[in-house]
C-alpha cells in the first residue's frame, strides 16, 4: 500500500476503491454478526453474557471506522506524511478518554461501546479529511459505493460461495 500511495501524489483512487469495497464489504459481515449473536451469544457463553449484544452492536461501526482509519493511514505514511496519519489515532485517544469519564459511569459498557465507536468514528473523520487534503478524494467518493463496485462484491461473494462449498465437498446446485 505505501508503495501505491507514493506512486502519485495527488491521486488516492486505490485508496478511494479500496475504501468503498471495504465498508461495503465489513457493512455486510457487521449484519450477518449481528444477527449471529443475537442467536447464539446466551446459549454459548450463558445468561451473564445476555446483555452484552448491544454494546456489541454499538461497537461495530466503530470498528468498521477503525479498519477503514488504518487504509487512510498506510496511504497518508505512503506519501511522507507519518506524523498526519497520527493525528487521527491521538483524535481517537483523547477522545477515548474524555467519552469514557463522561459515559461509563452513566451508562456502564454500553457507554464504553458508545465511546468508543464515537470516538473511532471520529477519528476516521479526521483521517478521511486529510486523506482529502493530500488527495483532492471528496467524502461522498470516498465512502458511497458504485453501482459497478457492488457487483463486483455480489460477483466475488458467488466464487467465494463456490470455492468454499466445493472446497467442503458439498455438491453443485
Not at 75 to 98: C, H, K, M, W, Y
Not at 108 to 130: N, P, Q, Y
Request: proline content about 5%; hydrophobic content about 50%; some cysteine.
Amino acid at each position: 500500500m505505501p508503495h501505491v500511495a507514493a506512486s502519485s501524489s495527488t491521486i488516492g483512487g486505490s485508496t478511494t476503491r479500496l475504501t468503498r469495497f471495504t465498508v461495503m464489504a465489513l457493512g455486510i459481515l457487521a449484519l450477518a454478526l449481528i444477527v449471529l449473536v443475537w442467536f447464539f451469544l446466551e446459549p454459548v457463553y450463558g445468561k451473564a453474557f445476555s446483555r452484552s449484544w448491544w454494546p456489541f452492536v454499538i461497537l461495530l461501526p466503530g470498528t468498521i471506522c477503525w479498519l477503514v482509519l488504518g487504509l487512510f493511514n498506510v496511504d497518508i505514511e505512503g506519501r511522507g506524511r507519518p506524523g498526519l496519519a497520527s493525528l487521527a489515532s491521538i483524535v481517537a485517544g483523547v477522545s477515548t478518554i474524555v467519552l469514557d469519564f463522561v459515559l461509563i459511569p452513566r451508562l456502564g459498557a454500553v457507554g464504553a461501546a458508545l465511546a468508543s465507536t464515537i470516538a473511532k468514528t471520529g477519528a476516521t473523520l479526521c483521517g478521511s479529511v486529510i486523506f482529502f487534503r493530500l488527495t483532492g478524494e471528496g467524502m461522498q467518493k470516498q465512502f458511497i459505493p458504485t453501482r459497478m463496485e457492488v457487483y463486483d462484491l455480489h460477483r466475488v461473494a458467488g466464487e467465494l460461495f463456490t470455492f468454499t462449498t466445493a472446497a467442503i465437498g458439498l455438491p453443485k446446485k
